[in-house]
């Protein structure tokens, strides 16, 4: 009756987790405003290509996993001024915590 509104796996139970964990922050705090606290040190920028240089050499070792993946999203992020620029960043920690959580839920049981 109505067209699916996620296509990619593991996104529609993502999503419906994260709404819910945000009705229950709403129903705690209420409605948040709080700066962004990004881009304001040049640390911050240092630190996310330090990141992304960590990431990309444990992934050529074959040492690579999602924490690494994770952590460049999050200090890229981080790194951000500019609120358009930050938002696509937060979209990819978003993204990565999704696929993570995916794998998770495909693992066997333990």
Avoid at 24 to 50: C, S
Avoid at 82 to 92: G, H, M, S, T, V
């Amino acid at each position: 009756m109505y067209p699916t509104l996620f296509s990619t796996p593991g996104v529609k139970a993502f999503a419906e987790e994260i709404d819910s964990e945000r009705q229950a922050q709403l129903a705690k705090f209420g409605d948040q405003k709080h700066p962004d606290g990004t881009g304001i040190a040049p640390e911050q920028t240092k630190l996310a290509n330090n990141a992304r240089a960590m990431c990309q050499q444990v992934f050529a070792e074959g040492r690579g996993d999602w924490a690494h993946v994770l952590f460049e999203e999050v200090r890229e992020a981080l790194a951000e001024s500019d609120p358009a620029k930050l938002r696509a960043e937060l979209i990819q920690v978003a993204a990565v915590c999704a696929a993570w959580i995916y794998d998770i839920d495909r693992r066997p049981a333990a």
